[in-house]
């Protein structure tokens, strides 16, 4: 039998329910849950085959409060924080099936959860290229993805994630006349070097989408192509950068907008503007007409277009943290190109050209560099590199 907690003034408690002092309720849950202050006289057991949170709120708890919580379902369980509240672990606060643990209060918003097993939870999986690394102490498999394969999933659980779209492609420049310049293309979205990002997957077979870069065009009058999104199944994705603009005579263009903008070559167009803050930055802006602005990078804004010389490209991101080994940048915006001073490459990106086609992307992600004609000569963009999935599971 299940004692009756909580005790009231006045009871009397039987012989049998004293010796079943540990034998807590149940409170049995099968979706979304927020902690109440009764929970910590029960266990709280997930039950679903998707995913859930169980939410711990301010002020409902006071320390010294315990709440005993396990999933017994497939589906994952996060532990979540509530506004102004903390939960500090020295485990993992996503609970994959039958893992669980206690929370114990040691104020109204601050806790501790002390997971007892099967919290960690990751999985293990094939696919694109497997490598055996160390982070921080911790042994991973990392599997990176170059081009579009299948993720074979053979045990559920946990997989930490990293996400690169592919770069924005540079726009042309036209015979008609010399001095002109195309903007740099926005580099790819990296998601996310900010914090680890895990997800739980279940044992299947996910297609790994790997975003191409955009073209650098060579057609008068045409802003470079916008790099396309790298994604796994439908789980989760970051977007391409943006296509930097054209530079003509008549014909000054505009930026797009993509994870990273792309570059504008003209005062009066817009420059490309990011999509998701998290997960890149702005192209720079022109003050005049014989410059042009590099594309947004993954890790910042894009250069601005100044007097005859061209803005520099936005900088990359170091994933050094998430893929161990060297210095490694991805995500860059290329730089635009100008009448006499070209604009740089920022960190993992390429360099504008002053009289010549773009420069293309090297480095995952990085966006096609601006192309420049000192003489009555067309020039084609700088196509933007294709990005890259990386997965990793410990060992």
Request: aromatic share 6%.
């Amino acid at each position: 039998m299940a004692t009756p907690f909580p005790f009231v003034s006045g009871a009397v408690l039987t012989a049998a329910q004293l010796n079943d002092i540990q034998n807590l309720p149940i409170n049995d849950v099968t979706a979304n849950y927020v902690l109440v202050n009764n929970d910590r006289y029960k266990r709280v057991i997930m039950n679903n085959a998707g995913s859930t949170t169980i939410t711990v709120n301010n002020i409902i708890f006071v320390a010294g409060d315990v709440i005993q919580i396990s999933n017994k379902g497939a589906g994952s369980t996060v532990i979540t924080a509530g506004a102004g509240v903390t939960v500090n672990t020295a485990g993992s606060l996503t609970l994959a099936q039958y893992g669980g643990g206690y929370l114990l209060a040691l104020s109204a918003s601050t806790f501790t959860f002390f997971n007892l097993g099967a919290g960690t939870g990751y999985g293990t999986a094939t696919g694109g290229s497997s490598s055996s690394i160390t982070v921080g102490g911790v042994n991973y498999t990392l599997l990176t993805f170059t081009s579009d394969q299948n993720l074979v999933v053979s045990k559920a659980g946990l997989f930490d994630v990293l996400l690169i779209g592919g770069g924005g492609g540079s726009g042309s420049t036209e015979a008609a006349g010399g001095n002109l310049c195309s903007g740099g293309g926005g580099g790819g979205g990296v998601l996310d070097m900010s914090s680890t990002t895990t997800i739980y997957l279940t044992a299947a077979t996910y297609a790994v989408d790997v975003g191409a870069g955009g073209a650098g065009t060579g057609v008068v009058s045409t802003t470079g192509g916008i790099g396309l999104q790298s994604a796994i199944g439908d789980i989760i994705s970051v977007s391409g950068g943006g296509g930097g603009a054209c530079g003509d005579n008549n014909n000054r263009g505009q930026g797009l907008s993509g994870s990273s903008g792309g570059g504008t070559t003209s005062s009066v167009k817009a420059r490309g503007l990011t999509v998701q803050s998290s997960v890149g930055n702005d192209a720079g802006t022109c003050t005049v007409t014989t410059a042009s602005s590099g594309g947004g990078g993954a890790g910042g804004v894009g250069g601005n277009g100044t007097a005859n010389t061209g803005g520099a490209g936005g900088n990359g991101i170091d994933i050094s943290g998430f893929i161990g080994g060297a210095t490694y940048y991805a995500g860059a915006g290329g730089a635009g190109s100008g009448l006499v001073t070209v604009g740089a490459a920022g960190n993992g990106g390429v360099a504008g050209v002053l009289n010549g086609n773009g420069n293309n992307g090297v480095n995952y992600g990085a966006g096609g560099g601006g192309a420049g004609s000192t003489t009555a000569v067309a020039r084609t963009g700088g196509s933007g590199a294709a990005g890259a999935v990386y997965v990793r599971f410990k060992v």
